[in-house]
């Protein structure tokens, strides 16, 4: 039976159990003088964990620990010194294995039972064809016997794991169900295991964390014994090539200091852009904007915010991008009549540009929060003394609300830095190193798209680059959350 | 007004002397264009807000309607067979040669000569080639067509398409523009006869991925990304509210709630690039899970969205007054009663609000399932999550890099119907809001 099928019935056995606990012990309550500690649906939902959560454990393990024991087992049969002759990895030899054996269970039953033991390999390879299932080259004849062999053993396996697991749980149902009387403590038990539950589920914050990092930090180290880590960090010439099999030794050149450039350049071309314009909208929604401006204006605004990162990339690759060409065409015309453009259509500015749009209401909501939050006594103090509003927000609001500031513009250029479909589609893919904002310049986050699209595999320095890239954002990303949420808490303490 | 009565103060005490120049022009002249940069900056956000519906809605809203051709199709026998060789064997029903249908029609449609060589082929490249596959399913679903004449509607190609909406310009020499003279005149003569028509583009919904720019639609990619949705609804909501619960209610401040605490609010600023690597590193190549599935694209949407709806439920959490609690406490409620009978429900209408604003991120999101192989061309409905499908926003990507004319308006249909899901989710989102919230 397949786990899919598995899981209902289990859930199907603790829900019956927990009908009859919640039946027996309705009856109990009736007897006269006895006083139950549970309410029944305690007594009811005690039964339903214990039928259900030993056995869906015990599924956990089962599906994690024998496909280990099988391949040791089935690898552990591998004639000795084919290895060496074929020159496979024992991996390899294992991947084409399996691969015979899901093969054979495709084929109909008085197909495969014309496969023993001693049918030679390309019997095999010839029925499976017959199915559109294609085998690899180097399938050899001692392979058949372990491909039936581990099919066995799968079936074996499957069987005793959908026994095991209903036992389980019969067995658990049954012996909670035995274990209600009017003295069992059934909801301290059902409490401490929601509790449980609850920790469990807040710590998968933390699981994410540690997957993050340890996903990416393997590959990393996986990469940086092939390039060395002075060469990708102070490279300076980004040409990745994927080299044909064979010829060893020309891995291309991985130099990070294109790509980090050109992050931050259109970073800062972004931020450029939408630090002011998202400041000035949140002074003034702030200090000088009605009620009903604000109630219209500020949810416009983050409508922007809500707008998918695609959208923008397209509205770059299609609108800004051909119109900044053109209008530069225009300029060049004018001023030389020479009718050539100047911007590339995808360019620095391009991205910058649009991806300044996106930021602009990260900016203004983020600095409205926080120039908001600023008491008004001080408000009130300045004017008071007859300074303008003006003069009150840029002598006493803005320097009492800069650390917030700060570390809002921060939070922000840990998203033009991280950001991924703008630069994409509007940035291009030319790993250049320019001062020039009209050309194209290529990010950390375009690489590991173009690295990691398409047919890869996996363990050639083309693609384990992505998870170095990838790390150093997560860590560059990580840095500048952190100083900005100390900044926040630090502040927010000398106003509360 | 404080300066008013300061020199009023002044005028009284030393008789009609010139006011003494305190630069006050100056200084209301600085507050108005103070004031004007921030009505600027406003508008210059409106104004990008504006140009950037402008763009999409302008270049996309004619992708809802498509070109379409009534010809009269004769099911000859001679090129499909019989009906009674049909019901022996399918193979020649699906092997026919149904384009060489909707040729023969057109041709006598336009009443040209068959032999003319280049008039045929002008008239054959006014119609997709996509007809192949409405033809074949017209006669699979009804074998009784065979031998009859119907007048069908076929897809026009997607040159006759953008040329009819305007998108050549067709003033331009013949031999810069897709669309002949000869077609043209051709096109002339179909309205003449009524049979050529815009029609409300319902492939669109239906359809999956092509090459083709008039038989490709979104169909597919809205099904991949309701199941994601699917995925994320039922692990994000239990698994964040589990967890706002523990942290908000239960948990004694110590280091470990301090580490978690930390974690959340790393993660939601995590650029989501990285989670695409996390599912790619974890869920494909450790757990064995197929690439391209939904299964797969719905976990990493989940790990993304748990921050958001994490901190929405904390703060609905928080809003809930302790003399609730205090009072179902003092009546002999236990700890987890009080939260689960009292807390959570006054909760909820927060909870769900910050739910679909989190599943509104998630179903925009793009960046991480092109890492984990999303980018497919997926033309058929996946029936299991574990299926090959593809989302929304990649289908929008990837059409975004087709270098067609005719497919800039069917990107920009496929942002607009995106665009409404969100708008959809957003307002019912802040009507929930404002149907349920309660001030204490």
């Known amino acids: 039976m397949s786990t899919f099928t598995i899981i209902p019935i289990v859930f199907v056995i603790g829900l019956v159990g927990a009908v009859m606990a919640y039946r027996r012990s309705r009856a109990l309550v009736g007897k006269d003088g006895v006083k139950m500690h549970s309410r029944p649906t305690y007594h009811a939902s005690f039964v339903a964990c214990w039928g259900i959560i030993p056995a869906l454990l015990t599924l956990a393990v089962w599906l994690i620990v024998s496909p280990i024991v099988i391949s040791t087992n089935v690898s552990g049969n591998f004639p000795e010194g084919v290895l060496a002759q074929s020159q496979l990895t024992e991996g390899l030899a294992y991947g084409i294995v399996e691969s015979i054996g899901t093969g054979l269970r495709v084929l109909p039953d008085d197909e495969r039972a014309t496969i023993t033991d001693t049918t030679p390999v390309a019997d095999v390879t010839a029925l499976l064809r017959n199915r559109g299932i294609p085998t690899a080259s180097a399938a050899t004849d001692w392979m058949v016997p372990l491909a039936l062999q581990l099919n066995s053993l799968q079936f074996w396996s499957r069987w005793a794991m959908t026994l095991v697991v209903f036992v389980v749980a019969v067995a658990g149902t049954f012996w909670s169900y035995r274990q209600i009387a009017p003295r069992l403590r059934a909801r301290n038990n059902v409490e401490r295991i929601v509790n449980g539950a ?78 002011p314009i998202g400041l000035f909208a949140a002074i003034y929604m702030a200090e000088y904007a ?136 509007a940035a291009g893919v030319a790993a250049n190193l320019t001062l020039n904002p009209f050309e194209p310049m290529t990010t950390i986050t375009v690489k590991i798209v173009a690295q990691l699209t398409g047919d890869l595999e996996f363990n050639t320095p083309q693609t384990l680059v992505a998870f170095a890239l990838g790390m150093t954002l997560f860590v560059i990303t990580l840095c500048l959350n952190v100083y900005a949420l100390y900044i926040v808490r630090k502040y927010k303490e000398q106003y509360e | 007004m404080s300066d008013a009565t300061a020199n009023g103060i002044a005028d009284t005490a030393a008789g009609r002397k010139p006011r003494r120049d305190i630069g006050i022009k100056k200084r209301y002249a600085a507050e108005r264009r103070f004031k004007a940069y921030g009505i600027i900056a406003i508008a210059i956000g409106l104004g990008f807000l504006v140009m950037l519906m402008w763009s999409i809605f302008s270049k996309g809203y004619t992708a809802f309607w498509q070109t379409e051709i009534q010809v009269p199709i004769t099911f000859s026998e001679q090129v499909i067979g019989t009906a009674e060789q049909a019901n022996d064997s399918q193979t020649k029903l699906l092997m026919a040669n149904y384009p060489q249908l909707a ?132 692990l994000a909501l239990p698994i964040g509210v589990a967890a706002s619960i523990y942290l908000e209610e239960f948990a004694p401040k110590n280091k470990f709630t301090d580490l978690i605490e930390v974690n959340i609010n790393n993660l939601a600023a995590v650029p989501s690039i990285v989670f695409g690597l996390l599912g790619l590193a974890v869920f494909i190549n450790w757990f064995g899970l197929p690439r391209s599935a939904a299964l797969v ?15 929405a439920t904390r703060a609905a959490l928080r ?56 980018v497919a061309f997926v033309a058929d409905y996946p029936s299991t999550p574990l299926d090959p499908s593809t989302a929304l926003p990649v289908q929008i990507y990837m059409w975004a890099n087709e270098a067609e004319r005719a497919f800039v308006e069917r990107t920009s249909g496929a942002i607009i119907i995106l665009l409404g899901f969100l708008a959809i989710m957003n307002v019912s989102a802040i009507l929930l809001r404002r149907r349920f919230e309660r001030r204490w």
């Open chain 1, 198 to 275: 609850l920790i469990a589920a807040s710590s998968i914050a933390i699981m994410t964390t540690v997957g993050i990092v340890f996903s990416m930090l393997f590959e990393t180290i996986d990469f940086f014994s092939r390039i060395s880590p002075a060469e990708f960090f102070f490279g300076t010439v980004w040409e990745p090539r994927f080299s044909n099999v064979g010829s060893s030794g020309n891995a291309g050149s991985f130099g990070f200091i294109p790509l980090l450039a050109g992050t931050l350049y259109i970073g800062a071309v972004a931020m450029l852009i939408a630090v």
């Open chain 1, 290 to 425: 009605d009620n009903r401006t604000r109630s219209i204006v500020k949810p416009l605004l983050e409508v922007l915010a809500g707008i998918p990162t695609i959208v923008y990339g397209f509205f770059a690759l299609i609108t800004v991008g051909p119109f900044l060409r053109d209008l530069s065409a225009q300029i060049s015309g004018l001023v030389s009549g020479n009718y050539v453009s100047f911007i590339e259509a995808q360019s620095v500015l391009t991205a910058g540009l649009v991806m300044a749009i996106m930021l602009i209401p990260f900016v203004s909501s983020l600095s409205d929060d926080i120039i908001t939050s600023v008491p008004t006594s001080l408000r009130d103090g300045s004017l008071g003394l007859g300074a303008t509003r003006s003069e009150t927000i840029k002598r006493v609001i803005l320097p009492a609300a800069l650390p917030g500031i700060v570390s809002a513009v921060l939070l922000t250029a840990s998203r033009a830095i991280g950001e991924t479909m703008i630069v994409v589609l």
């Open chain 2, 103 to 234: 040729r023969d029609g057109l041709i006598q449609l336009l009443g040209i000569s068959a032999d003319d060589k280049k008039a045929v082929s002008a008239a054959n490249g006014l119609i997709s080639s996509g007809t192949r596959v409405t033809l074949r399913d017209i006669v699979m679903n009804d074998l009784s067509v065979i031998g009859t004449t119907e007048n069908v509607w076929l897809y026009a190609s997607s040159e006759l398409d953008s040329a009819l909406k305007g998108q050549y310009d067709l003033n331009v020499p013949e031999n810069r523009r897709p669309i002949s003279d000869l077609q043209l005149e051709y096109i002339d003569k179909l309205e003449q006869q009524g049979a050529i028509e815009q029609r409300f583009n319902w492939g669109l919904f239906t359809s999956g991925a092509s090459s083709r720019a008039e038989t490709a639609g979104v169909g597919v990619a809205i099904i991949g990304s309701l199941y994601m949705m699917l995925i994320v609804l039922v």
């Open chain 2, 297 to 311: 694209g719905g976990l990493v949407l989940t790990l993304m969205t748990l921050p958001t709806i994490i901190i």
């Open chain 2, 319 to 374: 809003a809930v007054p302790p003399s609730i609690r205090a009072a179902a406490l003092g009546l002999g409620a236990s700890k987890n009663q009080t939260v689960f009978h009292h807390v959570l429900p006054l909760a909820m209408p927060g909870i769900l609000t910050g739910t679909i604003i989190g599943l509104a991120q998630a179903l925009g999101e793009t960046a991480p399932l092109l890492l984990i192989g999303m």
